[in-house]
């Protein structure tokens, strides 16, 4: 792991989030830059070793507001790596409203129909679970009904 991604990773798993957000009105915005600030370390390098670190930041925080989509969503989307396998595997662990919605955005670009296929399925299976994280569930079913208005069919009668 190269140096920079190793420091990234550490102050990653060591952000005092709950003093963040203890600390008054502004806390989630300082949170927000604080990401940024971090995510600003690792622009334009390979983050296939960071990316664990990431989702299990996500997994670890999973109802707190980091923005839309957030400054470690947009680190991931506006790199080039291959970030989808990690993102699987954090929403087969724990999905959250922000990696199901990173799945969404995944949908809705251009990818081939089978894939379209196995991440709907991903998504309703997320849906449909009452063990998943509320926010979550809700992030699933939203989408889901999104996409049942768009594509005019009753793929929204998720229950």
Not at 41 to 54: D, V
Not at 67 to 92: H, K, Q, R
Not at 121 to 134: G, L, Q
């Amino acid at each position: 792991m190269g140096s920079t991604i190793k420091t990234f990773c550490e102050q990653l798993a060591e952000l005092d989030v709950g003093q963040y957000l203890k600390s008054g009105a502004f806390g989630e915005s300082d949170l927000e830059l604080a990401l940024y600030d971090l995510s600003d370390l690792i622009e334009g390098e390979e983050l296939t070793e960071a990316l664990p670190f990431i989702f299990k930041f996500y997994e670890k925080h999973p109802n707190i507001e980091l923005g839309n989509p957030g400054p470690l969503a947009n680190l991931i989307e506006g790199s080039t790596t291959d970030y989808i396998p990690a993102l699987l595997t954090s929403i087969e662990s724990k999905p959250t409203y922000v990696t199901v919605n990173l799945l969404a955005r995944v949908l809705n670009s251009n990818i081939a129909d089978a894939e379209k296929t196995r991440f709907m399925s991903i998504i309703e299976n997320v849906a449909r679970s009452e063990s998943v994280d509320k926010y979550a569930r809700a992030t699933a079913k939203e989408y889901m009904e999104h996409k049942a208005l768009a594509w005019g069919t009753a793929q929204a009668n998720i229950g």
